[in-house]
């Protein structure tokens, strides 16, 4: 089962104030949630236009010292009217505001021209005509190993740094990385056309097969040409499992995964109030609808076959999520049980593959499972490599103190020539810390969920743009920021509308932090290709979170 579980501190979502100080998971859209959550209707925006120079005014504080791999003590409030504050050095703000411009100039055009309908017929049917060929990764530059500005070595074997930047090349296109990959979920992200995601620089989408069974079903999206198809995105797609949306079932903890848990490990653990809709065994996992309530099954098979139909260019292999709460010896077994699945999602692919050589060729991903061990992460990665996978998802809930250590124990055990995702992170130093230890692609609803509930992301932190303060604040969200919302409205209307709990609120709230995480993993490929990832990781992290800002 492999999911999207972003880890960042649990807060209100209505004030995006903390309500604890643990490290927790949050993941997609969960079964409950999703199936209750009614239809939005999006609202239209051009493309964004060039971006603007970084700030470069008044000195930092000296007393504060850059972290990595460490969060500053939580406070409550982070003030977006410092965006001056900070003094970036100049040789850095200067590379970092041409990637910025190069991003832009990328997100304007769409990464490409939009294709005609003739265009993209023709581009399938050649990628048919490769089969298998159509897929593959490009490797162009790797981080250096030994240490870095700060004289620490790299958390892999040796002191090794997996980090590095390539081209993922599929039938709708090639993914360029590090990349952001933004979640839409059934098939839309809410509030936010594609055309909109699109001008807003991203070079792909995720959907969720679990939901895109429920509604509207494999078969229809299969007759409609595909996932791409469908919902009009001109470029890759990917498809997750729906594996957390059946553990929400089953455990009922929706956003949270990983917590504090200790003295708490539990392998028949349930979430407070609710009641276990979902059972594990050897075969596969029996849940209730959450729509239907009717008795339903998902197995390694089923999952390959849903996602066959639905057609995405890169799907993930069916495996067990655990929790952090479960015990040392159900992880254990889950592994192992993980792995018999893998085995068979391959088998039921190659099948289906072969099936349905009149489509272009879908990759598929393992994904690796082990919690916190490392002994179980590097069994789990070297079984899960074994396979005919095309490429890694590193899944399960990851605990945000050894994120980066749990990334390179993977790393470590797969080959260099196949594409990592890594699933449901967005907290920018998780970000960090999964790059310099080999991830090259990210999901996570975070930024559009907290956007659609008034969490603005900055260069300078989050804050919450429905606090009284800026009910009359005519700045942008974000000084500087090139994304169309930031061009074109206030803080004060975005207050507003949200506080209206118009559409149009969430849709320039999510254009926004949507745009910041692409921008971001857009500076990051190319301070890798240039040479100045460190100092830009340093940078980042220590401005973002002086203010003891979450995400």
């Not at 791409?228 to 997750?240: I, K, Q, R, S």
């Not at 609808?289 to 260019?313: T, V, Y």
């Not at 804050?463 to 169309?484: H, I, K, M, Q, S």
């Amino acid at each position: 089962m492999s999911e999207h579980d972003e880890i960042f501190t649990t807060e209100d979502p209505a004030t995006a104030e903390p309500l604890a100080t643990a490290a927790t998971a949050t993941t997609g859209e969960p079964a409950e949630a999703a199936a209750s959550a009614a239809p939005a209707t999006p609202t239209a925006a051009p493309t964004p236009t060039a971006a603007s120079p970084a700030p470069t005014s008044n000195p930092a504080d000296p007393a504060f010292q850059p972290h990595y791999g460490k969060r500053k003590k939580e406070i409550q409030h982070v003030d977006p009217d410092d965006e001056g504050a900070w003094a970036t050095p100049p040789a850095l703000a200067e590379k970092i505001s041409e990637s910025d411009a190069r991003s832009a100039a990328l997100a304007h055009s769409g990464w490409h021209a939009i294709k005609t309908r003739e265009e993209q017929a023709d581009q399938l049917s050649h990628a048919i005509a490769q089969g298998r060929d159509a897929f593959g990764f490009e490797l162009k530059t790797e981080l250096p190993n030994g240490t870095d500005n700060n004289g620490k070595q790299g958390l892999g074997q040796g002191g090794r740094r997996h980090g590095r930047t390539g081209v993922i090349h599929t039938p709708h296109g090639d993914i360029h990385t590090p990349a952001f990959v933004p979640v839409a979920t059934q098939a839309t992200m809410k509030g936010v056309l594609p055309e909109q995601i699109r001008g807003l620089g991203a070079q792909c989408m995720l959907s969720n097969a679990f939901h895109l069974n429920e509604r509207p079903g494999p078969e229809l999206i299969d007759k409609a040409g595909g996932l791409a198809a469908f919902e009009n995105w001109d470029g890759p797609t990917y498809t997750d499992s729906g594996g957390f949306q059946v553990l929400s079932l089953g455990a009922g903890f929706k956003k949270t995964l990983a917590m504090d848990v200790t003295g708490l490990k539990d392998d028949d653990v349930i979430a407070e109030g609710k009641t276990r809709h979902a059972f594990v065994d050897e075969d596969g996992v029996t849940f209730h609808s959450p729509l239907s309530g009717k008795k339903e099954r998902f197995s390694a098979e089923i999952s390959m076959q849903i996602q066959h139909q639905l057609g995405a260019d890169i799907m993930f292999a069916f495996d067990e999520l655990t929790t952090l709460m479960n015990t040392r010896r159900y992880q254990e077994a889950s592994v192992e049980r993980t792995f018999r699945w893998a085995k068979r999602c391959v088998a039921e692919h190659h099948k289906l593959t072969q099936e349905r050589s009149d489509k272009p060729y879908q990759a598929l991903f393992g994904v690796v499972q082990g919690a916190n061990y490392e002994d179980l992460r590097r069994r789990a990665a070297s079984q899960i490599a074994s396979l005919d996978f095309d490429g890694f998802g590193l899944g399960g809930a990851f605990e945000k103190r050894i994120m980066g250590e749990i990334c390179a124990w993977i790393c470590d055990e797969l080959p260099e020539n196949k594409p990592r995702h890594v699933l449901g992170i967005a907290a920018v130093d998780d970000i960090f810390a999964a790059v310099e230890n080999g991830g090259d692609t990210f999901d996570c609803v975070a930024p559009a969920r907290v956007g659609r509930n008034g969490a603005i992301y900055t260069h300078d932190g989050r804050y919450n743009v429905l606090r009284a303060r800026f009910t009359d604040d005519f700045r942008p969200l974000e000084v500087g920021c090139d994304c169309y919302t930031c061009q074109h409205y206030s803080r004060a209307y975005v207050h507003h509308v949200l506080k209206c709990k118009e559409m149009t609120g969430s849709t320039l709230a999510t254009i926004h932090n949507e745009r910041f995480f692409v921008r971001l993993l857009d500076e990051i490929r190319d301070s890798i290709d240039g040479g100045w990832f460190y100092e830009l990781r340093d940078e980042t992290l220590a401005r973002f979170y002086r203010n003891g800002s979450k995400g």
